[in-house]
């Protein structure tokens, strides 16, 4: 069957135009795995960071529990000193008064109070003892609670320092690839980008477009047709194990060699 020259012509540019968008896929990709593996660098530090701040707020609330605990005893303590020896005051003078009464009335009235007053010393000193016993164990406790936090804030020091210095080792290389990343996004036809993003999205490693590599696409082998179609380059082709886009190996070597930093 004749073909005109423009038909050879047309089928040929389309090729080109496949093998662009492809080539702009597998460009997307690796920069998303790099990018990818610079986070990996930082690890869970960021979440491991957060915890700690979350639970140096925890003991700083605790420490601040006991601190006020142990000032309020204190109050508590003197204001009971005094009322117990008002107490022990107004006992003595009423015991005194009962020796001037002239009536049964009187004598049982200051009976009464002296009773109340014996009630509110036998309370004050139950309640004293329950302080001292209590001063006693948060003394311990309030220095147990200065020592867990001084210690979760030298690990939250320490993490920080840790993720500061990845960070900083990292992040010229990121921005970079950030920038790069907007630039080929733009290339990137539509139809292409939104599977490719939605791809990604779903997997938990965030590999949308991945390379044949002997005859196989993320360790399991493709069926000779398919190994030949992806040779072509001249379409997109679904992995119909992973769901992944697969494409030749030289669209990811050529991509390394454009955009390794």
């Known amino acids: 069957m004749y073909r005109s020259p423009n038909h050879n012509a047309?089928?040929?540019?389309?090729?080109?135009?496949?093998?662009?968008?492809?080539?702009?896929?597998?460009?997307?990709?690796?920069?998303?795995?790099?990018?990818?593996?610079?986070?990996?660098?930082?690890?869970?530090?960021?979440?491991?960071?957060?915890?700690?701040?979350?639970?140096?707020?925890?003991?700083?609330?605790?420490?601040?529990?006991?601190?006020?605990?142990?000032?309020?005893?204190?109050?508590?303590f003197d204001n009971l000193k005094l009322e117990l020896a008002s107490s022990e005051e107004k006992t003595k003078k009423y015991e005194d008064q009962q020796l001037a009464v002239r009536n049964n009335r009187e004598y049982d009235a200051l009976t009464k109070e002296i009773e109340a007053q014996k009630q509110v010393v036998e309370t004050s000193n139950s309640r004293i003892e329950e302080i001292e016993k209590r001063q006693e164990a948060i003394g311990p406790e309030i220095e147990e609670a200065r020592?867990?936090?001084?210690?979760?804030?030298?690990?939250?020091?320490?993490?920080?320092?840790?993720?500061?210095?990845?960070?900083?080792?990292?992040?010229?290389?990121?921005?970079?690839?950030?920038?790069?990343?907007?630039?080929?996004?733009?290339?990137?036809?539509?139809?292409?980008?939104?599977?490719?993003?939605r791809l990604r999205n779903g997997l938990n490693n965030g590999i949308a477009v991945v390379a044949m590599d002997r005859g196989a696409a993320f360790g399991m082998a493709l069926p000779p047709q398919t190994q030949v179609e992806v040779r072509r380059m001249n379409k997109v082709i679904i992995d119909e194990n992973s769901g992944r886009i697969v494409v030749d190996q030289s669209f990811f070597d050529k991509a390394k060699e454009q955009l390794s930093i």
Do not use: H
């Open 10 to 76: 047309f089928k040929q540019a389309e090729k080109q135009s496949m093998k662009e968008a492809l080539q702009q896929l597998a460009n997307l990709q690796y920069i998303d795995s790099r990018i990818d593996e610079l986070k990996q660098l930082r690890g869970d530090l960021p979440e491991e960071i957060l915890d700690i701040e979350t639970d140096i707020a925890r003991k700083e609330a605790r420490l601040t529990k006991l601190e006020k605990e142990e000032k309020d005893l204190i109050v508590e």
């Open 147 to 197: 020592k867990e936090l001084e210690e979760a804030k030298a690990e939250l020091e320490e993490k920080s320092s840790s993720l500061a210095t990845v960070t900083k080792s990292t992040e010229d290389e990121e921005e970079l690839l950030l920038k790069k990343r907007k630039e080929v996004e733009k290339e990137v036809d539509s139809r292409y980008l939104r599977n490719y993003n």
